[in-house]
């Protein structure tokens, strides 16, 4: 888009020349040539301060909304957060394309990769900017929507009240689906009634033309159903009702594969997928879902479904030290994907070793979530090594459970358990940077 195209959506004041944009940056840090730098400002950081940064590495022009002294060509805005909503709104609504709303608790990178991969035809899909899912991410990723495009995956996050209508606003589906409900950010939202509340105004369409996915096995199946305005309604998952059912699940750790089997529109069909986990195959089996109503042909669907690439530190299966193996879950973990990862290893004949990081924004829930996690891990794992006080407080006393609250206290020990029999799970939440372990175990 032109930056004088720009000024004008924005309401801007265009200093300089205007130039072709074709990529946008808020991160001086990993500027391209070439690329909008758009200086946000936040509690405890201003963008403004690395205007200059991002000039010296290539930006080819700028958005403030503080007067600057620059060669390059820059807009000026009331605010730099409203420029993104207002570009994010005019690309909106003028994309010719169909666009698919993805949120639910667990899943919702791995289910915007594995659809818009399956979109996908000589770069016809458009999706999120890597997990890009918030207040700022989502209107950034809307910023490059254009009609090249014939379809658009865009992932929605909440961690308060009111976050999806917001986003929903911006994004307006055609076609919504919510992956999961289960606990999660309970600091700010309270309950999972309170959960599927939020995440139900996903289905709430700006159109008289939604189409809506339902998870069939949530107990939340029949609310979002009564309160939805979609004009088409699709269920899917493990329930026997469900519109696209999901059965008979099997992985394969040795060869990092998962195969399921779906049956819809009187169809029996089956596919595999490059993931140890059993909940990708549901994740899958949504995605396959809007595919086949996107119209993709089955065949071509399950070519493109084998060879998906998972988002990273998901599950993911790599060589460790020693000879053993480590599964890198270290992205997130909430009380649902920690059980989730746990019963993917649990038919494993490998000596199971799970590395535990705490689990976040729990609320007042957060000591039992832990303490019921932790028995199952122990019940589940060979080893359990935790770090935090989270843990700590669960007075838990397997034999097979130890505690630190130092991380190279943690790791010296962990090295010292591992053999080339060892299976190694890395999980906590992102605050714990459990990747950092992960990643001085990997080969």
Not at 259 to 279: K, P, V
Not at 306 to 330: C, H, V
């Given at each position: 888009?032109?930056?004088?195209?720009?000024?004008?959506?924005?309401?801007?004041n265009?200093?300089?020349?205007?130039?072709?944009?074709?990529?946008?940056?808020?991160?001086?840090?990993?500027?391209?040539?070439?690329?909008?730098?758009?200086?946000?400002?936040?509690?405890?950081?201003?963008?403004?301060?690395?205007?200059?940064?991002?000039?010296?590495?290539?930006?080819?022009?700028?958005v403030?909304?503080?007067?600057?002294?620059?060669?390059?060509?820059?807009?000026?805005?009331?605010?730099?957060?409203?420029?993104?909503?207002?570009?994010?709104?005019?690309?909106?609504?003028?994309?010719?394309?169909?666009?698919?709303?993805?949120?639910?608790?667990?899943?919702?990178?791995?289910?915007k990769q594995?659809?818009s991969?399956?979109?996908?035809?000589?770069n016809?899909?458009?999706?999120?900017?890597?997990?890009?899912?918030?207040?700022?991410?989502?209107?950034?990723?809307?910023?490059?929507?254009?009609?090249?495009?014939?379809?658009?995956?865009?992932?929605?996050?909440?961690?308060?009240?009111?976050?999806i209508?917001?986003?929903?606003?911006?994004?307006?589906?055609d076609?919504?689906?919510?992956?999961?409900?289960?606990?999660?950010?309970?600091?700010?939202?309270?309950?999972?009634?309170?959960?599927?509340?939020?995440?139900?105004?996903?289905?709430?369409?700006?159109?008289?033309?939604?189409?809506?996915?339902l998870?069939?096995?949530?107990k939340?199946?029949?609310y979002?159903?009564?309160?939805?305005?979609a004009?088409?309604?699709?269920?899917?998952?493990?329930?026997?009702?469900?519109?696209?059912?999901?059965?008979?699940?099997?992985?394969?750790?040795?060869?990092?594969?998962?195969?399921?089997?779906?049956?819809?529109?009187?169809l029996?069909?089956?596919?595999?997928?490059?993931?140890?986990?059993?909940?990708?195959?549901?994740?899958?089996?949504?995605?396959?879902?809007?595919?086949?109503?996107?119209?993709?042909?089955?065949?071509?669907?399950?070519?493109?479904?084998?060879f998906?690439?998972?988002?990273?530190?998901?599950?993911?299966?790599?060589?460790s030290?020693?000879?053993?193996?480590?599964?890198?879950?270290?992205?997130?973990?909430?009380?649902?994907?920690?059980?989730?990862?746990?019963?993917?290893?649990?038919?494993s004949d490998?000596?199971?070793?799970?590395?535990?990081?705490?689990m976040k924004?729990?609320?007042?829930?957060?000591?039992?979530?832990?303490?019921?996690?932790?028995s199952?891990?122990?019940e589940?794992?060979?080893?359990?090594?935790?770090?935090?006080?989270?843990?700590?407080?669960?007075?838990?006393?397997?034999?097979?459970?130890?505690?630190?609250?130092?991380?190279?206290?943690?790791?010296?020990?962990?090295?010292?358990?591992?053999?080339?029999?060892?299976?190694?799970?890395?999980k906590?939440?992102?605050?714990?940077?459990?990747?950092?372990?992960?990643?001085?175990?990997?080969?």
């Amino acid at each position: 888009m032109e930056l004088s195209m720009l000024s004008t959506v924005s309401n801007g004041n265009l200093i300089g020349n205007s130039l072709d944009i074709e990529n946008f940056s808020l991160d001086s840090r990993n500027i391209k040539q070439g690329d909008l730098y758009i200086a946000l400002q936040g509690t405890n950081f201003d963008g403004h301060d690395f205007v200059e940064e991002a000039i010296s590495k290539g930006a080819s022009a700028a958005v403030v909304h503080k007067s600057i002294r620059s060669d390059i060509p820059h807009i000026l805005v009331n605010d730099t957060y409203d420029f993104m909503k207002s570009v994010a709104l005019f690309n909106r609504s003028n994309f010719e394309g169909k666009v698919i709303g993805i949120t639910g608790t667990n899943g919702k990178t791995s289910t915007k990769q594995i659809l818009s991969n399956l979109l996908d035809n000589n770069n016809e899909c458009h999706k999120t900017s890597g997990n890009k899912n918030n207040q700022i991410g989502v209107p950034f990723s809307l910023l490059n929507l254009i009609n090249q495009y014939k379809f658009s995956v865009i992932e929605m996050g909440t961690s308060e009240p009111g976050e999806i209508e917001v986003l929903n606003g911006l994004v307006k589906p055609d076609i919504s689906a919510i992956t999961n409900v289960s606990k999660g950010h309970l600091a700010a939202l309270k309950s999972t009634d309170m959960i599927a509340k939020e995440k139900g105004e996903i289905y709430k369409f700006h159109s008289d033309n939604g189409v809506a996915f339902l998870p069939r096995d949530s107990k939340y199946f029949d609310y979002w159903k009564s309160s939805t305005n979609a004009l088409e309604i699709f269920s899917f998952g493990l329930h026997k009702s469900s519109d696209f059912l999901i059965s008979d699940i099997k992985t394969d750790i040795e060869s990092n594969m998962t195969e399921f089997c779906l049956r819809f529109d009187g169809l029996t069909e089956n596919f595999s997928i490059n993931s140890i986990a059993q909940h990708n195959a549901i994740n899958a089996g949504l995605s396959v879902a809007i595919a086949h109503y996107c119209k993709v042909p089955i065949d071509i669907i399950k070519q493109r479904l084998q060879f998906t690439e998972m988002p990273e530190r998901r599950l993911a299966i790599s060589s460790s030290i020693k000879g053993s193996s480590l599964i890198d879950d270290s992205y997130n973990s909430n009380p649902a994907s920690l059980r989730n990862a746990l019963k993917s290893i649990s038919n494993s004949d490998k000596r199971k070793i799970c590395v535990l990081g705490e689990m976040k924004e729990l609320g007042s829930e957060s000591v039992n979530m832990h303490k019921e996690l932790l028995s199952l891990a122990a019940e589940t794992a060979d080893n359990v090594i935790c770090l935090g006080s989270e843990w700590l407080n669960t007075n838990v006393t397997a034999k097979n459970v130890k505690f630190f609250e130092d991380q190279d206290k943690l790791y010296s020990f962990l090295v010292t358990s591992i053999n080339a029999d060892s299976l190694i799970l890395i999980k906590g939440s992102r605050s714990t940077r459990m990747d950092l372990i992960a990643d001085k175990l990997k080969l």
